[in-house]
């Protein structure tokens, strides 16, 4: 009985996080004093396809501010996710709850509502907090956006097809700079299929031979696999 609850709290004890994360947030959130927010550009939206700024009030929903780790942090997570899968290991198969990655890998609590706070006071609507505390998705217009991180949004035309997208980098508050490492959800670019058309594999009629699905199950013996 003793051996059991030794073992239960050893677990316990190894899933939480042996100190509270440090405060990266030193100083306050001053708007006047920002950095750049480099890669944040599409080679798409550029000059040749644009088509002008959208409207003032023009609507973005899904923006998102990424949480960088800690050099600390992150050396912390290697190693973890080393032991993870390290049978040897006392860390072996001993997941983390998104809490307890919070804990241990995201931003602290206090890091997390001064943003929220910011985000707040620009006029954004906050939409979800990440429950690692690794990203905040908010919403607003491209007025705020421009305000806020001093980039416009512009339409382009790509093709005869109109999207929308930063014009520029965007950049943050300087007090920022250690702790936010992206801004996205600022276009509606999405990634396009190199193939536009799959053509089925199939033994031919004049004799050429290609394989389809069941050819390469046999080849390769995966039928127990897939049953």
Same mark, same amino acid.
């Given at each position: 009985?003793?051996?059991?609850?030794?073992?239960?709290?050893?677990?316990?004890?190894?899933?939480?996080?042996?100190?509270?994360?440090?405060?990266?947030?030193?100083? /306050?959130?001053?708007?006047?004093?920002?950095?750049?927010?480099?890669?944040?550009?599409?080679?798409?939206?550029?000059?040749?396809?644009? *088509?002008?700024?959208?409207? =003032? *009030?023009?609507? @973005?929903?899904?923006?998102?501010?990424?949480?960088?780790?800690?050099?600390? #942090?992150?050396?912390?997570?290697?190693?973890? @996710?080393?032991?993870?899968?390290?049978?040897? =290991?006392?860390?072996?198969? #001993?997941?983390?709850?998104?809490?307890?990655?919070? %804990?241990?890998?995201?931003?602290?609590? *206090?890091?997390?509502?001064?943003?929220? /706070?910011?985000?707040?006071?620009?006029?954004?609507? @906050?939409?979800?907090?990440?429950? =690692?505390?690794?990203?905040?998705?908010?919403? /607003?217009?491209? #007025?705020?956006?421009?305000?806020?991180?001093?980039?416009?949004?512009?339409?382009?035309?790509?093709? /005869?097809?109109?999207?929308? =997208?930063?014009?520029?980098?965007?950049?943050?508050?300087?007090?920022?700079?250690?702790?936010?490492?992206?801004?996205?959800? @600022?276009?509606?670019?999405?990634?396009?299929?190199?193939?536009?058309?799959?053509?089925?594999?199939?033994?031919?009629?004049?004799?050429?031979?290609?394989?389809?699905?069941? %050819?390469?199950?046999?080849?390769?013996?995966?039928?127990?696999?897939?049953?």
């Amino acid at each position: 009985m003793r051996g059991r609850f030794l073992t239960c709290w050893i677990l316990i004890a190894l899933a939480s996080p042996a100190v509270a994360q440090p405060n990266r947030i030193t100083s /306050g959130i001053d708007n006047s004093l920002t950095v750049l927010v480099s890669g944040r550009t599409l080679r798409l939206a550029n000059a040749g396809n644009d *088509s002008g700024p959208v409207d =003032s *009030s023009f609507p @973005l929903a899904g923006i998102t501010l990424t949480l960088a780790r800690s050099a600390a #942090q992150q050396a912390d997570l290697d190693q973890l @996710l080393l032991a993870q899968q390290n049978p040897r =290991s006392s860390h072996f198969h #001993q997941w983390l709850t998104p809490e307890q990655f919070a %804990d241990r890998f995201g931003a602290s609590q *206090s890091d997390l509502a001064q943003i929220q /706070g910011w985000l707040r006071a620009q006029g954004f609507a @906050l939409d979800y907090t990440a429950r =690692s505390r690794t990203y905040v998705a908010f919403s /607003g217009t491209a #007025q705020q956006v421009q305000t806020t991180f001093h980039t416009e949004i512009h339409r382009y035309n790509v093709g /005869g097809q109109i999207h929308y =997208s930063n014009a520029t980098n965007p950049s943050i508050p300087a007090a920022l700079a250690g702790l936010v490492s992206g801004v996205d959800g @600022l276009d509606d670019f999405r990634p396009q299929p190199l193939v536009r058309e799959a053509l089925p594999r199939l033994n031919g009629s004049r004799g050429q031979h290609e394989l389809a699905p069941a %050819d390469f199950a046999a080849i390769y013996d995966v039928t127990p696999l897939y049953n």
